[in-house]
């Protein structure tokens, strides 16, 4: 239990991040109250998390080779892809302005860092 807790909170932070640092990534509840913006987080982090344990094996099964020959750059779209998915799973929550593939593939790099940085520690 603590180490999904820790994992929720890990992709809370990473998107927490990725929608701080991309210009075209909000939050779509615009409220002033703290708790429910962390509420809103926590959410988005538990679904990405999901994502991430169900969905990602899958895409890397099938895209396994291209992984392999870009000697694993491919990873960044796809961890981009399941940002965009995140966000067409919860549109009350998430809402991407302009979905072109380099953002796409920003997000995907900057959530990746910040994943692997905070598991880390």
Do not use: C, H, K
């Amino acid at each position: 239990m603590a180490y999904f807790l820790v994992r929720v909170g890990v992709n809370a932070l990473a998107v927490a991040l990725t929608g701080a640092i991309l210009p075209g990534i909000q939050l779509a509840p615009d409220v002033d109250n703290r708790l429910i913006t962390i509420l809103v987080y926590l959410v988005l982090g538990g679904l990405f998390g999901l994502i991430n344990a169900f969905i990602r094996p899958l895409v890397l099964l099938v895209t396994g080779w291209l992984v392999i020959w870009t000697m694993g750059l491919f990873t960044f779209l796809i961890n981009g892809l399941l940002f965009y998915l995140l966000s067409y799973l919860s549109p009350d929550l998430l809402v991407i302005n302009s979905p072109g593939i380099l953002s796409l593939i920003l997000a995907g790099a900057i959530m990746a860092v910040t994943v692997t940085i905070l598991e880390a520690i």
